[in-house]
Nanobody
Framework: QVQLVESGGGLVQPGGSLTLSCTAS????????MGWYRQAPGKQRELVAV???????YFGDFVKGRFTVSRDNAKNTVILQMNSLKPEDTAVYYC?????????WGKGTLVTVSS
């Protein structure tokens, strides 16, 4: 059974940083593309960052160099490092694992950017 468990969300002030982690079980992690998506209230879920099995990275347009994504295949973990956070980054952040059309999602972790 596939499990994706996100952690690291919380309240942060504008301009601050936060590190999100997603740990996977039940999959051959190194074979999967791992992604971070987010959904703000009243908005559609959108891509934040993806890192493929080969290490290629993609980011949503809004990221503009503020976030980085990395993976540790030995620990079955993907990390999203978020810097220069803005109030509009407030959302539930979800981890996604994808391989050959198979998709699994975590339950999400809430990030709130507010003073």
């Amino acid at each position: 059974q596939v499990q994706l468990v996100e952690s690291g969300g919380g309240l942060v002030q504008p301009g601050g940083s936060l590190t999100l982690s997603c740990t996977a079980s039940g999959i051959i992690f190194s074979m999967y593309a791992m992604g971070w998506y987010r959904q703000a209230p009243g908005k559609q879920r959108e891509l934040v960052a993806v890192i493929t099995s080969g290490g290629t990275m993609y980011f949503g347009d809004f990221v503009k160099g503020r976030f980085t994504v990395s993976r540790d295949n030995a620990k079955n973990t993907v990390i999203l490092q978020m810097n220069s956070l803005k109030p509009e980054d407030t959302a539930v952040y979800y981890c996604k694992a994808t391989l050959n059309g198979m998709v699994d999602w975590g339950k999400g972790t809430l990030v709130t950017v507010s003073s």
